[in-house]
């Protein structure tokens, strides 16, 4: 689902506050990964034969990729919603979040990829969210 969708889904806050927990779940996967990883790595005996060692390395690299990508994954989320929150208090009437989404337009630079153009619905004033 594209960031606009989301955000007139469920409103700013809510988008907001969904990213911070799956940002963070992404967090404890990644924690948990690591740990298989380091159990992998103690638990691999070189006297088990080949098998035992492949399958240990097996689990142990498995661990280590899906660390990295949790981890990517998290800085992603957390820094888009962190982006996203900073610049979404209107400069009108300084309201935080309470706004609608006019148009949403490409914007390959944008850490969104999209740049947002929106309005406040307490005073009306627009900027865009790039």
Known sequence: MQIDDAIRKRGFRRWYERQLYESHAYL?????????????????AFDRGAAGVLKEMGVAVAGAGLCIYTWREFTKRLFLAEYLGEHATCAGCRTYARFEIRAARGAPDAPAGCALDVRCRACGHTW???
Do not use: D, H, N, Y
């Open 28 to 44: 404890v996967v990644g924690l948990l990964s690591l740990i298989m990883m380091a159990i992998a790595i103690e638990e691999m």
């Open 128 to 130: 865009t969210i790039q």
